[in-house]
């Protein structure tokens, strides 16, 4: 493998860290259509579901052009193995109810909008492009997570609980959204990635900060999960691809 | 290239102005903002370069098919490219696209600082396109696509889409 292909792979890899995340979750907001709460809560979720799609499209097709192989998004998207999802395991946790839908989110929004604002300045054109246009669609997703977290928080006896649950419940999966692998680390050195464990500590006030005006408890837990981006999963993993990938691998090379 | 200026060939603007935007219909994919380039290469092909209102957008696919379609109507081969950048925002939408947008009944987008006030419900600025009273409120931040969000009006009654401000 010689310099510039070596480069190539890590770029992908790297670039699959952010966009697995996005497809995952989009999955399952997609999962939602038509079983949302409200009427204008499932058009958002599923709005939401879109966009993380869309942004997931323009970074698999820039992958299939790096890996300079007769590749195509469909085949990233649809044709990898479980191990092969660098997605931290917070995206694959299930839609428990939609306490747990909007924790999740939230919990997910603040960090990617970060890492939006950050990825933006990439040396990298096209990721410095998608960045540009998902930070703008990622701040409409945190307004909604976030409104949604004070509503229910500071909502009736049995929101409060319920979303208290989520909160403490998907709390330990948070710690592993900052934690830089060899890719990483590779491409912030590069200067085409970002550093996400440097706005850890500010993740983490804001989140704080808002759970407390939702008068929620801020857990104390310091036992983090981890190994998403190793492509070790949880056990809702499996199932999620299951439903995802059957299109694909009964008609291969189906198109829409 | 400034992210405002576009790069259409005259008399390939007026082809590109019969083409309307598939879920806003009365709105051309001109003046919507997301053609930013038009010429004719030296084989005689034109090659228009879009690019997309929301990363997903469903519409771009069948806006790419529409626009080959009213080129091939001219009787001129057309080739579409999408692009990322730059970054569509509602500033890139002409005047006459937001005038056609309030006739339809669809409340054109305020500028940034208005549109998350009248977002986060703090202010009343959205104006109905039906009655013009500005007694309105939000509904969802969400709305039937991925660029609107749903208002109602306390004065007439009636729901509208706001077109959501993008920068």
């Known amino acids: ?256 | 290239m400034t992210d405002s200026v576009t790069h259409i060939t005259p008399k390939l603007l007026n082809i590109l102005k019969t083409v309307p935007d598939p879920e806003i219909p009365v709105l051309t994919v001109v003046d919507l903002g997301v053609v930013r380039e038009a010429v004719v290469l030296e084989d005689g092909t034109v090659e228009v370069k879009i690019i997309p209102t929301y990363s997903g957008c469903p519409a771009m696919d069948v806006i790419g098919d529409d626009i080959v379609t009213a080129f091939a109507k001219a009787g001129m081969k057309a080739r579409v490219k999408l692009m990322l950048s730059p970054a569509w925002s509602t500033d890139m939408i002409s005047e006459e696209g937001r005038i056609a947008l309030e006739k339809y009944g669809i409340a054109a987008p305020l500028d940034a600082t208005a549109d998350k006030a009248a977002l986060l419900g703090n202010k009343k600025l959205v104006k109905c396109p039906q009655c013009g009273s500005k007694n309105t409120g939000l509904v969802s931040q969400f709305g039937s696509t991925a660029c609107k969000a749903q208002f109602k009006c306390n004065d007439c009654l009636e729901p509208f889409d706001y077109f959501k401000c993008l920068k």
């Open chain 1, 1 to 256: 493998m010689d310099s510039k292909e070596r480069d190539s792979r890590l770029r992908g890899n790297y670039i699959l860290e952010i966009a697995d995340n996005s497809l995952i979750l989009g999955q399952r907001l997609g999962e939602l259509c038509g079983h949302g709460p409200s009427l204008e809560t499932d058009i958002a979720l599923t709005n939401m579901s879109l966009d993380l799609l869309g942004q997931v499209r323009s970074y698999y097709q820039y992958i299939a052009q790096l890996s300079g192989e007769d590749k195509t998004e469909d085949d990233i998207a649809f044709l990898r193995t479980e191990r092969q999802y660098k997605n931290v395991l917070l995206v694959e946790q299930p839609n428990t109810d939609f306490g747990y839908v909007i924790t999740r989110q939230y919990f997910f929004d603040v960090f990617h909008l970060m890492l939006m604002q950050q990825l933006q300045h990439s040396k990298d054109e096209t990721l410095s492009a998608i960045a540009k246009k998902a930070v703008k669609e990622v701040s409409y997703h945190k307004r909604f997570s976030g409104d949604w977290i004070k509503r229910l928080g500071d909502g009736t006896e049995e929101s409060h609980e319920r979303v208290q649950k989520a909160v403490n419940d998907l709390w330990p999966y948070t710690n592993e959204l900052f934690e830089m692998t060899p890719e990483a680390k590779a491409a912030v050195e590069a200067g085409i990635g970002v550093d996400a464990s440097q706005f850890k500590e500010t993740y983490y006030k804001e989140v704080s900060e808002l759970l407390k005006e939702a008068t929620l408890e801020v857990p104390e837990s310091k036992y983090f999960h981890k190994g998403g981006k190793q492509g070790i999963h949880s056990e809702h993993m499996g199932y999620i691809l299951a439903d995802m990938q059957y299109m694909q691998r009964t008609y291969p090379g189906m198109k829409w």
